[in-house]
Nanobody
Framework: QVQLVESGGGLVQPGGPLRLSCAGS????????MGWYRQAPGKQRELVALKTRGGTTNYADSVKGRFTISRDNAKNTVYLQMNSLKPEDTAVYYCNAGPSFGYLEYWGQGTQVTVSS
């Protein structure tokens, strides 16, 4: 089993930055992919960014150039640096992990990000 705990959400003004963290524990050493999805009210959960243990990334078009995913394999932690935030980035952000981009079997509880003035 793998446990994922997110932190770093909150309220931020449009144009501002915010950094999310997700710490993994348990049988995390078998996990190749870690990353983030988000779900806004009334919308389906969607990809934000994913990163493999080897460094390959996958970003949603809507966040390219604004968000950066990074990963500390030694600490089993993945980060999401979000810059130039927009109101449409408001959502619950979920950390996830799994063997491939298409199979993410572990999910955190989520952290709320609200972009508003």
């Amino acid at each position: 089993q793998v446990q994922l705990v997110e932190s770093g959400g909150g309220l931020v003004q449009p144009g501002g930055p915010l950094r999310l963290s997700c710490a993994g524990s348990g049988n995390i050493f078998s996990i190749n992919v870690m990353g983030w999805y988000r779900q806004a009210p009334g919308k389906q959960r969607e990809l934000v960014a994913l990163k493999t243990r080897g460094g390959t990334t996958n970003y949603a078009d809507s966040v390219k150039g604004r968000f950066t995913i990074s990963r500390d394999n030694a600490k089993n932690t993945v980060y999401l640096q979000m810059n130039s935030l927009k109101p449409e980035d408001t959502a619950v952000y979920y950390c996830n992990a799994g063997p491939s981009f298409g199979y993410l079997e572990y999910w955190g509880q989520g952290t709320q990000v609200t972009v508003s003035s």
